[in-house]
C-alpha cells in the first residue's frame, strides 16, 4: 500500500459447496499520508480551549481520533485550543482537519512554560485554507496551542482534529 493512496474493495464468498456469491457493493479506503502506522502524539491527550460553543464540542473532542466530532469555540476572534503532550516533544507536523467554520488567521504555538507565560510561535499565517492543512513545523515544547485570531466566517472556529506529530 502506498501512502494517501485510495483502494477499492468487493468480496464474494464461496460456501461449502463451492458456490460463488455475487461481489459485494464497493467499498473505498485511503491510506493516511506521513508514516505508516504514525500515531499523533496529541490523540487522547488533555486539552482545553477559551470558549466552546455548547456542551456538545468540547476540545477534547478535537483530539479524540475520532473524524466525526470537533472542539468549537465561541462567535469570536482570538479564540485558541491547547493541547499537553505530558512532556516535552520534538515537534515535526501539525495536521488541523478544520470543519466548516474556520481560522483565516493563525498561529501555532508550543510551550515548556506550566504558566503559559511564554509562547513560542512555530507557524503564522493571515491566509488560513480551512480543510485539511499539514504544516511542517520545527521546535520543542509540551503544550501546543492553535491560536485562531481570525475567523474566516461569521461562526466561531471550529476543528474535527488537531494532530500534532514528533518525537
Same mark, same amino acid.
Do not use: C, H
Given at each position: ?27 473505498s479506503?485511503? =491510506? *493516511?499520508? #506521513?508514516?505508516? %502506522? ?5 490523540? @487522547? +491527550?488533555?486539552?482545553?480551549?477559551? /470558549? =466552546? *460553543?455548547? #456542551?456538545?464540542? %468540547? ?5 479524540? @481520533? +475520532?473524524?466525526?466530532?470537533?472542539? /468549537? ?5 482570538n ?6 503532550? @505530558? ?9 488541523l482537519?478544520w ?10 504555538q ?41 475567523r ?16
Open positions: 500500500m502506498s501512502a494517501g493512496t485510495t483502494y477499492t474493495y468487493t468480496v464474494k464468498a464461496r460456501d461449502v459447496a463451492g458456490n460463488i456469491s455475487a461481489a459485494s457493493a464497493p467499498v479506503a485511503t =491510506t *493516511e499520508t #506521513g508514516n505508516p %502506522g504514525e500515531t499523533p502524539l496529541s490523540q @487522547g +491527550k488533555r486539552a482545553w480551549a477559551s /470558549s =466552546t *460553543e455548547n #456542551g456538545g464540542s %468540547g476540545p477534547e473532542l478535537a483530539v479524540d @481520533g +475520532k473524524g466525526d466530532t470537533r472542539w /468549537s469555540s465561541a462567535f469570536q476572534d479564540q485558541w485550543i491547547n493541547v499537553d503532550l @505530558g512532556s516535552s516533544k520534538t515537534l515535526s507536523k501539525v495536521v482537519k470543519e466548516g467554520a474556520y481560522a483565516k488567521g493563525f498561529k501555532v508550543v510551550s515548556d512554560d506550566p504558566d503559559f507565560g511564554t509562547w513560542k510561535d512555530l507557524y503564522t499565517t493571515s491566509n488560513g485554507t480551512g480543510g485539511t492543512q499539514t504544516l511542517d513545523v520545527n521546535g520543542q515544547g509540551r503544550y501546543v496551542r492553535i491560536l485562531g485570531q481570525t474566516a466566517t461569521p461562526y466561531g472556529i471550529s476543528l474535527y482534529e488537531l494532530q500534532v506529530y514528533g518525537k
